[in-house]
Nanobody, 116 residues
Framework: QVQLVESGGGFVQAGGSLRLSCAAF????????MGWYRQVPGQRREKVARISTGGYTDYADSVKGRFTISRDSAKNTAYLQMNSLKPEDTGVYYC??????????WGQGTQVTVSS
């Protein structure tokens, strides 16, 4: 079983920065993709950023140039550095992983609120 522990959410004014962390624990041989999704009430969960084992990154158009995803494989941890935050970045951010090539796990979510 895989467990994800997220941290780093909070309240920030527009233009500010936050850094999210996601640590994976449990029984697995390898972590393939790690990523972050965002959801606001009444809307579908949407991809924010993903990073592969080889370091390939993929971002939503709305966050390109402002957000940076990275990972520390030794710590089984992914990070999302969010700069120049906008009110529309507000939402619950969920970490997700694919382990052992096929198991998809989601974290409990962390709230990010950006005030105008």
């Amino acid at each position: 079983q895989v467990q994800l522990v997220e941290s780093g959410g909070g309240f920030v004014q527009a233009g500010g920065s936050l850094r999210l962390s996601c640590a994976a624990f449990g029984s697995f041989r390898s972590i393939n993709t790690m990523g972050w999704y965002r959801q606001v009430p009444g809307q579908r969960r949407e991809k924010v950023a993903r990073i592969s084992t080889g370091g390939y990154t993929d971002y939503a158009d709305s966050v390109k140039g402002r957000f940076t995803i990275s990972r520390d494989s030794a710590k089984n941890t992914a990070y999302l550095q969010m700069n120049s935050l906008k009110p529309e970045d507000t939402g619950v951010y969920y970490c997700t992983t694919v382990t052992d090539g096929m198991k998809n796990t989601w974290g409990q979510g962390t709230q990010v609120t950006v005030s105008s």
